[in-house]
């Protein structure tokens, strides 16, 4: 009889605390709210054009030298609008690939 009720007492202290839980913070089922439907939209956007800038540059002499030794996936061709800048300011644009 003893051994009965410890064991009653002892379910009840471990069930009691998570049925008391669930019943203060699980109040019902979830309904999700009402979203409308998205509706998918596409923007055109014009082709880029490089079109230099046409400014009255200050000649200078400089020189610029542009590592592509490294090999960090960026081609000459990424870099072009900055080697005509650089032209187009007077500096004198050299490129080092770590072949020479």
Request: aromatic share 8%; glycine share 4%; charged share 25%.
């Given at each position: 009889?003893?051994?009965?009720?410890?064991?009653l007492i002892a379910l009840a202290l471990l069930v009691?605390?998570?049925?008391?839980?669930a019943i203060w913070f699980y109040r019902g089922r979830?309904?999700?709210?009402?979203?409308?439907?998205?509706?998918?939209?596409?923007?055109?956007?014009?082709?880029l054009v490089f079109q230099p800038d046409v400014d009255?540059?200050?000649?200078?002499?400089?020189?610029?030298?542009?590592?592509?030794?490294?090999?960090?996936?960026?081609?000459?061709?990424?870099?072009?609008?900055?080697?005509?800048?650089?032209?187009?300011?007077?500096?004198?644009?050299?490129?080092?690939?770590?072949?020479?």
């Amino acid at each position: 009889m003893k051994f009965r009720r410890v064991v009653l007492i002892a379910l009840a202290l471990l069930v009691l605390p998570t049925l008391v839980r669930a019943i203060w913070f699980y109040r019902g089922r979830y309904q999700p709210p009402d979203i409308p439907d998205v509706q998918e939209m596409t923007v055109e956007l014009p082709p880029l054009v490089f079109q230099p800038d046409v400014d009255e540059p200050i000649e200078g002499a400089g020189r610029v030298l542009i590592d592509m030794a490294h090999r960090n996936n960026l081609e000459i061709d990424d870099i072009t609008p900055l080697r005509d800048r650089l032209v187009m300011y007077g500096a004198t644009v050299e490129t080092f690939d770590g072949m020479d």
